[in-house]
Nanobody, 120 residues
Framework: HLVESGGGLVQPGGSLTLSCAASGIGFNIYTMGWYRQAPGRQRELVAQITSRSTPRYPDTMKGRFTISRDNTKNTAYLQMHSLKPEDTAVYYC????????????????WGQGTQVTVSS
C-alpha cells in the first residue's frame, strides 16, 4: 500500500526529500507519518500529518524536518535539512486511520522503508 522513495547517501549538512506513494487506501482520510529506525535502536516518530494537513513533530525533531502531503497525488513527503550522521536510519512511511479506545488504530499500514545514510 505504501512505497517510499528518495533515500540515499548525503553529506552532513545536506538535504533530502523522501516520498511515500500510497495506493489501495482512501489516502485523504489517513494520518500519514514518517518513522525511522537506526541499527540497535527502537523505531521513533519523526513527523505526522493529519488528514486535515496539520503537521506534528516530536520536540526532538522540530526544526530540521518538514512533513507535507498532496492528496491529489496520494503522496506524503518528508523534507530533511541540515542532516547529521545521527540521522542515518531506515525511514518508514506509515498510514493510520480509525483510532480505537485502546489506542490502537483500526487501519495501520507501513511501507518497506528507505535507507538514509549521512556520511562524508
Amino acid at each position: 500500500h505504501l512505497v517510499e522513495s528518495g533515500g540515499g547517501l548525503v553529506q552532513p549538512g545536506g538535504s533530502l526529500t523522501l516520498s511515500c506513494a500510497a495506493s489501495g487506501i482512501g489516502f485523504n482520510i489517513y494520518t500519514m507519518g514518517w518513522y525511522r529506525q537506526a541499527p540497535g535502536r527502537q523505531r521513533e516518530l519523526v513527523a505526522q500529518i493529519t488528514s486535515r494537513s496539520t503537521p506534528r513533530y516530536p520536540d526532538t525533531m522540530k526544526g530540521r524536518f518538514t512533513i507535507s502531503r498532496d492528496n491529489t497525488k496520494n503522496t506524503a513527503y518528508l523534507q530533511m535539512h541540515s542532516l547529521k550522521p545521527e540521522d542515518t536510519a531506515v525511514y518508514y512511511c506509515n498510514a493510520k486511520y480509525g483510532l480505537e479506545q485502546n489506542g490502537d488504530y483500526e487501519y495501520d499500514y507501513w511501507g518497506q522503508g528507505t535507507q538514509v545514510t549521512v556520511s562524508s
